[in-house]
């Protein structure tokens, strides 16, 4: 199960399939975008950032996508897991510092 | 490694009481901000300070005020507490405002109940 282009609240996927997950933003002057991992009753965890001047950065089983002409983020994440199952936030980074969140996306990883 | 340390993990206060929240950065951090999470919403930035100064302020109630000390602890002060203030409230730790890099490291959060 994959899903592209729209901003989607839950997303269901099997284990070992390859997860999109999507995201708009709307500060065009941020100089990074995030995305952040949060399992329930934790904080955010940092899986990945982009730099504004680029379009697509690879980690380790994950890739973010930043289209920068429709104001669109992306993650990717490859095989994915049970212990992926997790609330995503894109995020975008202002100079001051400070990281300003979007929607999340729950992951919901079926066995 | 040493993360950033929030207390209390939990606070149960009643309305219109007072409460403080205390972070602990990671060593070496000078950055320190502040977000509030109410049930499936997401983080909202409330505050942040850099070397002991605010560096920008967000969507903080005029209630609560926060600051930040000489060895890089954060305090948010919270007053007249109503029912809506209950939430998690996360602090996060950067160098140098992160000048480099998008990553915030954020600590396990304290969770406020408001009765």
């Known amino acids: 199960g994959e899903s592209v282009g729209l901003h989607l609240p839950t997303l269901s996927v099997q284990e070992g399939d390859n997860s999109i997950i999507n995201c708009a933003y709307s500060n065009s002057a941020s100089d990074y975008f995030i995305w952040y991992k949060q399992e329930s009753g934790k904080g955010p965890q940092f899986i990945i950032d982009i730099r504004s001047n680029m379009d697509k950065r690879q980690g380790q089983r994950v890739t973010v996508l930043l289209n920068k002409t429709v104001k669109h983020l992306s993650l990717q994440i490859a095989a994915t897991q049970p212990g992926d199952s997790a609330v995503y936030f894109c995020?975008?980074?202002?100079?001051?510092?400070?990281?300003?969140f979007g929607d999340g996306t729950t992951l919901t990883v079926k066995p | 490694a040493a993360g950033v340390i929030q207390s209390p993990r939990h606070l149960i206060k009643e309305k219109r009481e007072t409460a403080t929240l205390k972070c602990y950065p990671i060593?070496?951090?000078?950055?320190v901000y502040w977000y509030q999470q109410g049930p499936g919403q997401d983080p909202q930035f409330l505050i942040s300070f850099y070397e002991k100064m605010q560096s920008d302020k967000g969507s903080i109630p005029d209630r609560f005020s926060a600051q930040q000390f000489s060895d890089y602890h954060s305090e948010l002060n919270m007053s007249s507490l109503e029912l809506g203030d209950s939430a998690l409230y996360f602090c996060a730790s950067s160098l140098g405002q992160g000048a480099n890099t998008g990553e915030l490291f954020f600590g396990e959060g304290s969770r406020l109940t408001v009765l």
């Open positions: 995020a975008e980074k202002s100079l001051a510092g400070k990281s300003t």
């Open positions: 060593p070496r951090h000078d950055t």
